[in-house]
C-alpha cells in the first residue's frame, strides 16, 4: 500500500490508501495486476483467493 508513486521521475499524492499488486511475469519481472484506491476491493487470485479493501488495511 502506498500513499504516493513515481510516474516520470515525478512523485505523485494519491487521494488515499492505494493498494499495488503484482505477479512475477513472463520475463522474470514484476508486473503490476491491480491497482485498487480506497473505496474500491481487490479480489486477488493466487497463489490463494483473497479480498483486499485498501482502508481496511490501516491501523
Known amino acids: ?7 516520470g521521475g515525478r512523485l505523485c499524492r ?4 492505494v493498494l499495488f499488486a503484482h505477479t512475477l511475469g513472463s520475463e522474470q519481472g514484476y508486473e503490476q495486476t491491480h491497482r485498487v ?7 486477488l487470485h493466487g497463489p490463494f ?6 482502508v481496511d488495511l490501516l491501523p
Do not use: E, K, N, V
Not at 1 to 6: C, E, L, Q, V
Not at 37 to 43: E, F, Q
Not at 49 to 54: E, G, R, S, V
Open 1 to 7: 500500500m502506498s500513499p504516493s508513486y513515481r510516474a
Open 14 to 17: 494519491l487521494p488515499g490508501p
Open 37 to 43: 484506491c480506497a473505496g474500491d476491493t481487490a479480489i
Open 49 to 54: 483467493d483473497i479480498t483486499l479493501a485498501p
